[in-house]
Nanobody
Framework: VQLQASGGGLVQAGGSLRLSCEVS????????MGWFRQAPGKEREFVAG???????NYAGAVKGRFTISRDNAKLTVFLQMNSLKPEDSAVYYC?????????????????WGQGTLVTVSS
């Protein structure tokens, strides 16, 4: 199983980035998918999740600014990030859930990508 995240980079506050995560080696359409992030010195935290049937949920800090989506034909999950803030700076990880759903809990995910760095300058 491989999850390949991409799309990170340096952006000014207020800007946008779109992260992608290409998945191989599992039945993508039957898996919930999530995005998590980890800033230096902090624990990894949930950002957004999408269920196998397209239902979404978001952390409060990003709700209204970030949008998670998936393309089952391309085996890819996306995270559109708008109105970025310096506090959004972190390494962003995509993850495949053990279940159809996509929860807030790290332990519900059994496969993780390598991470992509997002840096938002003020």
């Amino acid at each position: 199983v491989q999850l390949q995240a991409s799309g990170g980079g340096l952006v000014q506050a207020g800007g946008s980035l779109r992260l992608s995560c290409e998945v191989s080696g599992l039945t993508f359409s039957s898996k919930g998918m999530g995005w998590f992030r980890q800033a230096p010195g902090k624990e990894r935290e949930f950002v957004a999740g999408i269920t196998s049937y397209g239902g979404t949920n978001y952390a409060g800090a990003v709700k209204g600014r970030f949008t998670i989506s998936r393309d089952n034909a391309k085996l890819t999950v996306f995270l559109q990030m708008n109105s970025l803030k310096p506090e959004d700076s972190a390494v962003y990880y995509c993850a495949a859930s053990k279940y159809l759903g996509a929860t807030y809990y790290n332990n519900d995910y059994d496969y993780w990508g390598q991470g992509t760095l997002v840096t938002v300058s003020s």
